[in-house]
T-cell receptor
Framework: GAVVSQHPSRVICKSGTSVKIECRSLDFQATTMFWYRQFPKQSLMLMAT?????????EQGVEKDKFLINHASLTLSTLTVTSAHPEDSSFYICSAIWGLREQYFGPGTRLTVT | QQQVKQSPQSLIVQKGGISIINCAYENTAFDYFPWYQQFPGKGPALLIAIRPDVSEKKEGRFTISFNKSAKQFSLHIMDSQPGDSATYFC???????????FGTGTRLTVIP
């Protein structure tokens, strides 16, 4: 299978600051990547679809000015949480499509906003 | 609106037993049905996937059974082991749109 990495794995930031999370496809090129958010003991919630070279598509209810997504290359997508607040604390996971339909997920990033 | 319904919410199985997790969907446009395994603090890992042109797919101890007319599919874990204890998610996607619709998850505990 394909490998997707995320960095950092954990981050703690102060309220009002911004934090960037990187998602990389290590051994394949991904024109499409996805960003999910997961609360404890809940399912994954799709936040946005990231397309290389174009603007991301955000799901209903997700603030695009708060969650900035940049897919600048075929192996890297970034999610920036701007002006973070404690309610933004969550587990953020990215994924990428490999082959025809297989979607592989990164290990996730635990964000804690104090 | 939950597009993919999953049950049970939690499951306890004895070591060596069979774990069965069920999912149902309404949208007949779905044509790809993967299962994911997730350990605490980790991202989901793709286990096995099926398309509606087959009724069953087996990979090692994991089998997907698919019933197109009933719009249901299930994951069977044979000879369940304590190391299988994790949360399992079913999902579905439509052709031409790779975003996945996830079930609510099943927390499996395999006791020795």
């Amino acid at each position: 299978g394909a490998v997707v990495s995320q960095h950092p794995s954990r981050v703690i930031c102060k309220s009002g600051t911004s934090v960037k999370i990187e998602c990389r496809s290590l051994d394949f090129q991904a024109t499409t990547m996805f960003w999910y958010r997961q609360f404890p003991k809940q399912s994954l919630m799709l936040m946005a679809t990231s397309n290389e070279g174009s603007k991301a598509t955000y799901e209903q209810g997700v603030e695009k000015d708060k969650f900035l997504i940049n897919h600048a290359s075929l192996t890297l997508s970034t999610l920036t949480v701007t002006s973070a607040h404690p309610e933004d604390s969550s587990f953020y996971i990215c994924s990428a499509i490999w082959g025809l339909r297989e979607q592989y997920f990164g290990p996730g990033t635990r964000l804690t906003v104090t | 609106q939950q597009q993919v319904k999953q049950s049970p919410q939690s499951l306890i199985v004895q070591k060596g037993g069979i774990s069965i997790i069920n999912c149902a969907y309404e949208n007949t446009a779905f044509d790809y049905f993967p299962w994911y395994q997730q350990f605490p603090g980790k991202g989901p890992a793709l286990l096995i996937a099926i398309r509606p042109d087959v009724s069953e797919k087996k990979e090692g101890r994991f089998t997907i059974s698919f019933n197109k007319s009933a719009k249901q599919f299930s994951l069977h874990i044979m000879d369940s082991q304590p190391g299988d204890s994790a949360t399992y998610f079913c999902a579905a996607s439509k052709p031409g749109a790779n975003n996945l619709f996830f079930g609510t998850g099943t927390r499996l505990t395999v006791i020795p």
